[in-house]
């Protein structure tokens, strides 16, 4: 069979025949009379068999190699083959990523394209001073790859960065949302934290009602952050978990301070004193029964300052002197213990 009819039948081009046969593999084992290329049947399915390697992904010198060493092992190629193909299935897949969140972003004009890039590539950064340089710098009428900046904010361990984040998504009025409350129901904690104090820093609808999900979180930590964000919004479903702050110690004073908000905005004072005050019955600690004591300074209104008026009076010195000197600060019209 002549070359023509070898490329017409086998779709490869007389040009890449003749360059198989330069490189010695496929050549053809016969000449016509006239000194034309004559392929055999042996050399057809050689061909074949160059096309099928060729189809995996092997260069010419290594189907060269995979057919003519005698110490070739096939195992050891295709394996090569399958780690190569998944790196660059891995590149790819990145690479669509970063075009899905330059496409989300709806870019107007190629200096928008550049700057998301410019972006998306910052947050890759190990610098977490251009991490959050990059996130700060984004101008208030640009657009941003929401996507892009929620996963950062789910990943970020640097508390300005990850402030700049909470802003830039704050910015955007919750669009990231949906997105970041996925972070909630992650098994890691530190995610679920990251998740919570992000959505905190949206002041919308939406975002309430993913931080009253998280008051039910097993992680104190997170109920915290979602209780502070939620009282200061008004919110009353924060209250236990406010109480338990102050009664467990965990940034007790800012959670006095957001019940006292409560009195203010929501929830009569009354209902919050009496709240405390079965806290300080059931306590049985001298530190609890303090933080208790100096939470109930932030409430405003006469139920606390009876409550405070009877702790004048109580058997441990420090709690009764405490007392003592919130009510007389309260009497001379100033904020107590500051």
């Not at 092997?58 to 005698?70: H, I, Q, T």
């Not at 405490?322 to 007389?328: D, N, P």
């Amino acid at each position: 069979m002549l070359i023509g009819e070898v490329s017409r039948r086998c779709g490869v081009s007389t040009r890449m025949l003749r360059h198989f046969d330069t490189l010695g593999l496929v050549s053809p084992t016969g000449r016509t009379t006239g000194g034309y290329r004559e392929y055999s049947a042996d050399d057809i399915r050689r061909l074949f068999h160059v096309e099928s390697l060729r189809t995996l992904g092997l260069s010419l010198n290594e189907v060269k190699r995979a057919l003519d060493g005698p110490d070739f092992a096939p195992a050891d190629l295709v394996g090569d083959l399958i780690r190569h193909t998944r790196q660059r299935i891995a590149a790819d897949e990145e690479l669509l990523a970063k075009l899905e969140r330059v496409d989300a972003a709806s870019p107007a004009e190629w200096e928008d394209v550049l700057r998301i890039v410019a972006l998306l590539r910052a947050l890759e950064s190990e610098s977490a001073a251009r991490r959050q340089q990059a996130i700060l710098s984004q101008s208030g009428k640009a657009s941003l790859p929401v996507e892009a900046l929620v996963e950062a904010a789910l990943a970020e361990e640097d508390p300005n960065v990850a402030g700049a984040l909470h802003w830039s998504l704050a910015r955007v009025a919750g669009h990231g949302l949906a997105h970041l409350a996925k972070g909630l129901d992650a098994e890691e904690v530190d995610v679920r934290r990251r998740a919570t104090a992000a959505i905190a820093a949206v002041h919308t609808a939406e975002a309430t009602v993913h931080l009253r999900r998280a008051l039910d979180d097993p992680d104190a930590g997170i109920r915290g952050y979602a209780a502070l964000a939620l009282g200061s919004r008004g919110n009353i479903d924060s209250i236990p978990a406010l109480l338990e702050m102050v009664v467990d110690g965990r940034r007790d004073v800012e959670a006095a301070e957001v019940l006292g908000l409560l009195t203010t905005i929501a929830c009569p004072a009354e209902d919050i004193v009496e709240a405390l005050q079965r806290e300080l019955d059931h306590a049985d600690d001298a530190p609890t029964r303090l933080r208790i004591t100096q939470a109930l300074a932030e409430i405003p209104g006469t139920a606390a300052r009876t409550a405070l008026g009877r702790l004048t009076d109580d058997g441990d010195r420090t709690i009764a002197s405490t007392a003592a000197a919130i009510v007389s600060a309260q009497d001379r019209g100033r904020s107590p213990l500051r």
